[in-house]
């Protein structure tokens, strides 16, 4: 019994992990696409929309059903009649949610 505790508390503390390490490197590129401008702000809607969902992964919020929901409403969603900014932050919520939601089988 105790050997499955230990198990379940490090793929916690996995996606934890990896739920952080993806918010710092989503931070630093949303600040570098910000200060440069012009069409890196492309690069600034894709990965803008992310940290939010990290943060509830951090905080132990995320809700795998809820994810799965949002991830095909937006997969249904994303089309060529999009603004090339409309776009890119809806391909960037698509990708975290998928890449949450494979993290956390």
Known sequence: ????????TEVKNDFKTFAENRLAGAEKIIANAKEKGG?????YAHFN???SYYKKAIDGKFDKEAAKKEFDETYKKISLGMTQTEFQREVGRLEVLGELLIRKK
Do not use: G, N, R
């Open 39 to 43: 069409d890196a702000l492309l690069t």
């Open 1 to 8: 019994m105790i050997k499955l505790f230990q198990l379940l």
């Open 49 to 51: 929309v992310k940290p």
